[in-house]
Each structure stands twice: as C-alpha cells, then as structure tokens.
C-alpha cells in the first residue's frame, strides 16, 4: 500500500472543495515534525498534540516538549498552528510495557506504544471536533510505516474520526526533516524515547568504543 499517495490523494480532494479542514497531528519530536507540519500547512489549520508517555527520564520529556513549542513558533507557516499539551502519563506506558521490556525496536512493545498514542489522538480529535488526526511517526525510517497505517485505520472506525493516511519519509521526507532541524537548530536525540530505547541505544554505544 502505497501510503504516502493516498494522503496525496485526499490532500487534491481538500483541494477541489476550497475548505481548510483542521487536523490533530500526534508530534514524538520537534524534528519529526518538521518536514510533517511543512507538507500539512498549506491545506490544514494544524494542532500538534504532544502526547508521548514513553519518553523517560522526565528532563528528556521537557526538553522535547519545548523544542517543539519554539519550532511551531519559529516556522513559518501557511494557516494556523498550535499545540495541545497533554499530561505525561508515564506510568501508563510502564504498565503497558510490562512483560515486553526486553522486546526490540519495532517489537511488540513499540506497536502497543503506537497505539497508546495513537488512540489517544483519535479521542482528543473526536472530542475536539477535529477533521482529520495523523501522525509524525511514520516520519522515521525506523518505525513501521503500515502497521502505524493500519492502527490509524482501526481508530479511524472505532471513533468514527478521519484518519490521514501517511509515510511521511517518502520524497525524501526523512532527509528534509534532517535539513530542517539543522535550520532551526533543534535538540536531535539518538534514542526512540523510553527507558528500553535507552537501555538498547546505551548498549550500543558501548560496543562500539
């Protein structure tokens, strides 16, 4: 499934009918959604809904948080954009994540994790009268575009919300997200996000000194 067209391919309806629909658009990061915010704004009022219970320790969550607020205020853009901020909610993701802490990246704890965040998009867009929600994490090319998708899709009918179908690194989209984020000189972490990620990215590290 090509993804990334069919997000064009609702983007060129919006277009034919002259509207400017509004969209919740779930950010991990400032720098993933860089090149996301950039295609969305000439079509869409936007709202990043900073909603990332997974990242660990709290500092990293902060500090991730408010690159994103200084890049939607830095970025120039063609209609609205604003953030909804959301609580962390970290023992959430822990217990989630229980029995899955050894799982690898793209595991079965990083689908559950799409989910957590993901649904939690679809409910705020639902109870926000947004029109459509999506999602910067099919941004990254170590995240898994179609099961991201195919989440989108089951939200999309379990709270009866339109879900925008992406794969936002296609184009080059990764590559521009990494030209952006020089631009606007934004914090890029080298891990996922939670305390695993870390643990993992760590190890690595390690290995190769």
Known sequence: MNYN????????????????PKILLHSCCAPCSTHCIKTLTPYFDITVLYYNPNIEPYEEYLKRKEEEIRFINEFPHTNKIDIMDCDYDNDLFLEMSKGLEMEPERGARCIKCYYLRMNKTAIEAKNNNYDYFATTLTLSPLKDAKKLNEIGEKLQEKHNVKYLYSDFKKKEGYKDSIEMSK????????????????RDRDKEKELNN
């Open 183 to 198: 631009e606007y000189n934004l914090y890029r972490q080298d891990y996922c996000g939670c305390k695993f990620s870390k």
């Open 5 to 20: 067209k069919l997000m064009e391919e609702e983007i060129n309806k919006i277009i034919e009918s002259n509207t400017k």
